[in-house]
């Protein structure tokens, strides 16, 4: 047999682009795909802890309304409209403002309604209205003490 002359410029192709490309694709294709699996952070329903405004009026955790025999209305001690009134204008501004300072820092509105047995049921009704209009829900009932 006679040897086969090789020319040894044959075994040396040179540098090949073309795979490297295709590498590149395959790997930036893998990236792609990878980037739309992951959930972007702003997305995560997460709530971070705040801090509510400082509100230079305390106000006790259980307002108590008081309805007298004559049709007076005072709210924790504080005489509120005239017995005459109906639409008890004073006590639906004062409730809606203790309501907002409860939504603000994130606490219930609790109301005691204080009753004297011989007070009228109109007079009742006329407090819950206001009691209504200002959105407090977490109402109690309870009759005073005789002494």
């Known amino acids: 047999m006679r040897p086969v002359a090789t020319n040894v410029n044959e075994g040396n192709i040179g540098f090949q682009i073309a795979p490297m490309i295709d590498?590149?694709?395959v790997i930036m294709l893998f990236f792609m795909v990878m980037a739309g699996a992951v959930k972007v952070e702003r997305e995560l329903n997460t709530k971070l802890p705040g801090s509510a405004p400082a509100a230079n009026v305390?106000?006790?955790d259980e307002q108590i309304i008081t309805i007298a025999e004559n049709g007076e209305i005072t709210l924790?001690?504080?005489p509120m409209d005239s017995a005459?009134?109906?639409t008890l204008p004073q006590l639906k501004g004062t409730l809606q403002r203790l309501?907002?300072?409860a939504d603000s820092t994130k606490s219930p509105?609790?109301?005691t309604?204080?009753?004297e047995e011989a007070a009228k049921y109109s007079r009742t009704i006329d407090v819950l209205d206001a009691l209504s209009v200002?959105?407090?829900e977490n109402v109690t009932f309870t009759v005073s003490e005789q002494e």
Do not use: H, L, P, W
Request: charged share 15%; no cysteine.
């Open 134 to 136: 200002a959105g407090i």
């Open 109 to 111: 509105a609790v109301v």
């Open 76 to 78: 924790n001690e504080e």
């Open 99 to 101: 309501k907002q300072n």
């Open 23 to 25: 590498v590149v694709f």
């Open 84 to 86: 005459a009134s109906t």
């Open 58 to 60: 305390d106000f006790v």
């Open 113 to 115: 309604i204080v009753s």
